[in-house]
């Protein structure tokens, strides 16, 4: 079942490390299947708030999330991250399709 890697991107300074974490980034994707589906950008906001930018890789399976997360090349550079942002990371499957919302009361 597709998962998926979630950043809440709350706070993040804009310097040579966050610039060298985007450089690198794309590389320990690569070999876990991960894509960008949502890399920040504007949100538009419909009900209370939401600080940050909204991060959204997608992998084909939780195994595949948590290998590229624990690889040596991913954890290389996340100090890179987390040094410089404030952030909520999790990580969630995705759904069988079809899905019905009360498919969650089963």
């Known amino acids: 079942m597709t ?15 966050i610039v060298e974490y985007l450089h690198k980034i794309d590389a320990t994707l690569e070999p876990f299947g991960g894509r960008f589906l949502v890399h920040g950008g504007a949100v538009e906001v419909v009900e ?4 940050g930018h909204l991060i959204v890789i ?8 948590r290998g590229w997360y624990n690889s040596p090349a991913y ?5 890179l991250r987390t040094e410089n942002s404030q952030a909520d990371v999790i990580f969630v499957d995705g759904v069988e399709h079809p899905h019905k919302a009360t498919d969650v009361l089963e």
């Open 58 to 65: 997608e992998f084909p399976d939780r195994d595949h999330v």
């Open 48 to 51: 209370n708030s939401w600080p």
């Open 3 to 17: 998962a998926y890697a979630v950043a809440h991107m709350r706070q993040a300074t804009l310097g040579p490390e």
């Open 75 to 79: 954890q290389a550079i996340l100090a």
